[in-house]
């Protein structure tokens, strides 16, 4: 089983959507989640960390479900700007290693 | 603020010949890390660094020397370039924060190409 694991989409959804993508962990003493936002091979750019509670930014939501071990991104309201690869990321317990996923790919279409 | 930057954006050069590709930020965050992206593989680690004088290897190493003599720069060397090592390059870097906190910050990236 693969460490950090995502469903590589694509996901094609149209304008105004709401999309949500799911990650998989297997290490359950994890503690440290992040999303990223990759657009076309340039470099990975923060989109947010994973808090316990869950967090939300703008149109952004994240979860952490610790019992099934996984992380969630929901977005709301999607916009064709959104269109881009989301990297879930995973500090591996005990290390300074971070253990990246393949990446969603997300499509809005117009 | 500069963040994190690296140089060259492009590089190509010939097998066997060594390169080394440059990597500087200006947060004096404690660990630094290189990672290579190529199709079907996501990013690898190739070394990381918690600290000056102190570097370890991550999932792909071989080919690859690094140093850390300073806080802010972290080098990476190819010595004997192979076309197995074209690929996307991203340095990264992080404080210690302690979870959730201390995410990568990552550098523009250099695009090698071995011919």
């Known amino acids: 089983r693969k460490e950090v694991e995502q469903d590589p989409g694509p996901f094609n959804v149209p304008e105004g959507a709401t999309v949500a993508f799911n990650c998989t962990y297997s290490n359950s003493a994890s503690q440290s989640f992040f999303w990223y936002r990759q657009d076309c091979r340039k470099e990975p750019k923060l989109l947010m960390s994973v808090y316990s509670s869950g967090n939300e930014d703008g149109r952004f939501t994240a979860q952490l479900n610790r019992a099934s071990q996984y992380i969630s991104l929901l977005i709301r309201d999607s916009k064709l700007s959104d269109s881009a690869t989301y990297l879930c990321v995973v500090k591996k317990p005990g290390t300074y290693k971070y253990i990246f996923g393949t990446g969603t790919r997300l499509k809005v279409l117009a | 603020d500069a963040g994190i930057t690296q140089s060259p954006r492009y590089k190509i050069t010939e097998t066997g010949r060594q390169v080394t590709l440059m990597c500087h930020q200006t947060w004096s965050h404690s660990y630094m890390f290189w990672y290579r992206q190529d199709l079907g593989h996501g990013l690898r680690l190739i070394y990381y660094?918690?600290?000056?004088?102190?570097?370890d290897k991550g999932e792909v190493p071989d080919g690859y020397v690094v140093s850390r003599s300073k806080t802010e720069n972290f080098p990476l060397t190819l010595e004997s370039a192979t076309r197995s090592q074209t690929s996307v390059y991203f340095c990264?870097?992080?404080?210690?924060?302690?979870?959730?906190?201390?995410?990568?910050?990552f550098g523009n990236g250099t695009r090698l190409t071995v011919t």
């Open positions: 990264a870097s992080s404080d210690n924060q302690g979870p959730p906190l201390s995410p990568l910050h």
């Open positions: 660094s918690a600290a000056a004088d102190i570097t």
